[in-house]
Structures are given as structure tokens and as C-alpha cells.
């Protein structure tokens, strides 16, 4: 997507019909390539970071000044 401007730039210097006609091209081959690649690496499980641990559960991986008050410590 960020390589687009390039693309025109390089390829449409005379702005024909044939030249955009590349780059439409172009630009949709790598988005098929860009979405089977994602495909390919995606999952359904939730990442690991989106786990809310339990409250009895103590945070030892948090560093304290990252933790926020709980009703305990306040």
C-alpha cells in the first residue's frame, strides 16, 4: 500500500491508459499476495495479552510502577 506513490510515479510518466493500467494491476497482485500471507499466518485464538487474570491472581509480571492501585493498596 505505502509503495503505491512510487508505483505512479514510476510507471505513469506519459499518464497513458496502458501505464495505470500496470499499476492497477500491480497493486491488486500485491494485495492478493499481502492477504494470502495473512491467511496463511492468522488464528482464531486470542493473543495472550488479551487473558484478564483473576482477581486472586497476583500480577508478578507487571513491574510495580505499571500496576494500578487496587482497593487493597489504597
Known amino acids: 500500500?505505502?509503495?503505491?506513490?512510487?508505483?505512479?510515479?514510476?510507471?505513469?510518466?506519459?499518464?497513458?491508459?496502458?501505464e495505470w493500467r500496470i499499476v492497477f494491476l500491480t497493486h491488486g497482485v500485491l494485495l492478493i499476495v499481502g492477504n494470502v500471507i495473512f491467511c496463511y499466518f492468522a488464528t482464531d485464538e486470542p493473543a495472550d495479552f488479551t487473558h484478564h487474570k483473576q482477581s486472586g491472581e497476583e500480577m508478578t509480571d507487571?513491574?510495580?510502577?505499571r500496576?494500578?492501585?487496587?482497593e487493597n493498596e489504597a
Open 1 to 18: 500500500m505505502f509503495i503505491e506513490p512510487l508505483l505512479v510515479y514510476l510507471i505513469c510518466a506519459n499518464n497513458t491508459l496502458e
Open 62 to 65: 507487571v513491574p510495580p510502577e
Open 67 to 70: 500496576r494500578r492501585l487496587t
